[in-house]
């Protein structure tokens, strides 16, 4: 996750901690010395809606065998025994659970930072306070789009209507509330419009995701942006988060699931603005591109333990089992081991390339969809051959 935000401006916020550690104090099994990674938690995989793009092909339907809510009280307390600085409750659509309240609440009561994804179509007046009043963090909803473009992802008419209606219920309260925008070629075209809805709305915060070919996203792989859509919509992102800051417009936007973003944002300045570009470059290094498996974890419905929500196909323990802390610092577990260590695996044209320090080979799903090699090449990296020659700064 990098915040075009913080790099184009300086500007400071909520989250910067995890993203921007010294490298110094980078350790592999977590963010920084004595403290574990962050965990995103799917703790139900029912949802209300049927998206297109789903890593996890949820429905609206109820599944066996999820942790009950004594079992995840013990997951929580868990993971604030390992230091877990953060944790994301997700989907599924998590406001199916009736439980939710109380699993996140106690979790903010044992000092975990809570943030909620959510689809926010349950998002009710009455749910709006909840979920400030228990302290959650953050609340991200989805928006694939304007109306139609959006239903048409979620599978449902009207999903629109009620998600923008779920961001006014967070508003009116005063909950931190923000978008969540995952790009394709079936609503790129929607982006200025969102982020227009966005400025309309009051809303301080977008994150815009790559697309990741991940459950029911594996069927979507052709739909994908092309590495020219993806220069372009990210030059109008750039241009439209640098807008929001010359109009004194305090907008947080960020970029997700694809750390090619940071080197070309770097590569795109250096030759105009040489300081906000070699202090872009100090934030990437800090940042250290992608660590699932590393600063990033996932727990299942179920309990089972993978690198990151887009590759539950690989399951690293289960917390019925083992404790969290034990199953993120088990080196016997071969993928595991090498994601803390993974430059070494990666195909040579990874290696060989000037940015790999910023980006540490990508996501490693969508290496595994196309090429059914887990250490392949990411497609979706869009440098070219000359931009990953060339040299990086010394800084």
């Not at 953050?138 to 789009?145: A, E, K, L, N, T």
């Not at 640098?242 to 936007?253: A, C, I, T, Y």
């Not at 940042?287 to 399951?315: C, K, L, Y």
């Not at 080979?361 to 059914?372: D, K, L, P, Q």
Request: negative net charge.
């Amino acid at each position: 996750m990098l915040s075009l935000t913080k790099m184009l401006t300086g500007d400071a916020y909520a989250g910067d901690e995890y993203r921007y550690n010294d490298t110094a104090f980078l350790e592999k099994d977590g963010v920084a010395r004595g403290r574990g990674p962050v965990v995103g938690w799917n703790f139900t995989r029912s949802c209300n809606l049927n998206c297109r793009h789903c890593y996890s092909r949820s429905e609206n339907r109820h599944y066996e065998n999820e942790l009950t809510t004594q079992e995840g009280i013990r997951l929580i307390d868990d993971l604030a025994a390992f230091h877990v600085p953060a944790l994301l409750f997700s989907g599924g659509e998590p406001l199916c659970r009736e439980d939710f309240p109380v699993l996140a609440g106690y979790a903010a009561e044992k000092g975990i930072r809570v943030t909620l994804s959510t689809n926010g179509t349950l998002i009710t007046p009455s749910m709006a306070q909840q979920i400030h009043d228990i302290g959650i963090s953050y609340v991200g909803i989805s928006f694939d789009g304007l109306r139609d473009t959006n239903d048409r992802f979620r599978g449902r008419k009207g999903a629109f209507e009620q998600a923008l209606q779920g961001v006014r219920n967070c508003r009116s309260i005063g909950q931190r509330v923000g978008f969540r925008f995952t790009l394709s070629r079936s609503n790129v075209d929607d982006v200025p419009a969102v982020l227009d809805l966005m400025e309309q709305e009051d809303v301080n915060r977008i994150c815009f995701y790559h697309l990741v070919y991940s459950g029911r996203g594996s069927t979507m792989i052709e739909e994908d942006l092309s590495h020219q859509q993806t220069r372009e919509i990210l030059d109008l992102i750039i241009e439209r988060t640098l807008d929001f800051h010359r109009r004194g417009l305090k907008k947080e936007v960020l970029m997700v699931d694809n750390h090619t973003d940071g080197a070309y944002l770097y590569l795109k300045l250096r030759d105009t603005d040489p300081d906000r570009a070699a202090s872009v470059y100090r934030l990437l290094r800090k940042n250290g591109g992608n660590r699932s498996g590393m600063a990033f974890g996932e727990i299942d419905a179920e309990g089972n333990v993978h690198p990151d929500q887009f590759t539950m196909q690989h399951t690293l323990g289960n917390v019925r089992e083992r404790s969290f802390g034990e199953i993120w610092t088990d080196r016997s577990d071969p993928l595991l081991a090498g994601l803390k260590d993974r430059k070494r695996l990666l195909p040579e044209k990874c290696r060989k390339c000037s940015w790999l320090s910023v980006c540490n080979g990508n996501f490693r799903s969508r290496a595994e969809a196309v090429s059914g090699n887990f250490w392949g090449f990411d497609p979706a990296c869009f440098l070219t051959d000359e931009e990953r020659a060339i040299p990086a700064p010394d800084i």
